[in-house]
């Protein structure tokens, strides 16, 4: 059974850090387009970063400079390392992924076929 499995969310003041950990079990990860979304309360869900086949990265505007995304194929693990966290980075986060070498619209969430359950992320002022 294919499955994505979020972690290391938690709550965490203006200015920290935190990485989010997806672990993905029954499929090869590194076959798959990648990535991660987040959704507040009252919004709609947003691509945060994705990461394709080849390790080509792509961030949304909002989050470039502060966050990274990378991949662990050996662990089968897909990673956010988020710094200078802002209150407005607060919001559930989940992991994606789709079986394509690449996509032309990465941060577009109909384009991903498998989620995760999703991790809270507070980011306090």
């Known amino acids: 059974q294919v499955q994505l499995v979020e972690s290391g969310g938690g709550s965490v003041q203006a200015g920290g850090s935190l990485r989010l950990s997806c672990a993905a079990s029954?499929?090869?990860?590194?076959?798959?387009?990648m990535g991660w979304f987040r959704q507040a309360p009252g919004k709609e869900r947003e691509g945060v970063a994705a990461?394709?086949?080849?390790?080509?990265?792509s961030y949304a505007d909002s989050v470039k400079g502060r966050f990274t995304i990378s991949r662990d194929n050996v662990k089968n693990t897909l990673y956010l390392q988020m710094n200078s966290l802002k209150p407005e980075d607060t919001a559930i986060y989940y992991c994606?992924?789709?079986?394509?070498?690449?996509?032309?619209?990465?941060?577009?969430?109909?384009?991903?076929?498998?989620w995760g359950q999703g991790t809270q992320v507070t980011v306090s002022s």
């Open positions: 029954g499929y090869t990860s590194s076959t798959y387009c």
């Open positions: 994606a992924a789709v079986l394509r070498l690449w996509l032309t619209t990465p941060h577009k969430a109909d384009e991903y076929k498998i």
């Open positions: 990461i394709d086949s080849d390790g080509r990265k």
